[in-house]
């Protein structure tokens, strides 16, 4: 058994594994221009999933817009980095607002 079957109980698949002997008839040329076209299948399908993805993102995007005197929310976490997309509005309303408490001091 081959080191790589005894440690992962599984045959190899790299590209001298995906053969038997006498099973392929492509050399050369042959195998690298069938690789390539390959490739070329695989780049157009990853474009066209990643412009369907960006499609629904940008539907999804809208531009956050604070003037002067604007009240924002912000959830802080003490592992996540600050970032403008993380304000959010807020309409305050003034019968919600808690005093703090006063907290007496000691002169020591």
């Not at 790589?4 to 109980?9: E, R």
């Not at 809208?62 to 976490?77: A, E, H, N, P």
């Not at 305050?92 to 020591?108: G, H, R, T």
Request: glycine share 4%; proline share 5%.
């Amino acid at each position: 058994m081959a080191p790589y079957g005894a440690l992962y109980s599984r045959r190899c698949r790299s590209p001298i594994g995906w053969f038997k002997a006498g099973e392929t008839n492509l050399l050369g040329s042959d195998l690298v221009q069938e690789a390539m076209e390959k490739v070329q299948l695989i780049r157009q399908r990853l474009l066209v999933a990643k412009s369907i993805q960006k499609f629904y993102a940008d539907k999804r995007k809208r531009d956050l817009v604070f003037t002067i005197g604007d009240k924002v929310f912000l959830q802080v976490s003490p592992m996540k980095v600050f970032h403008v997309s993380m304000l959010r509005k807020c309409i305050s309303n003034s019968s919600q607002v808690i005093e703090a408490p006063a907290i007496p001091l000691d002169e020591k």
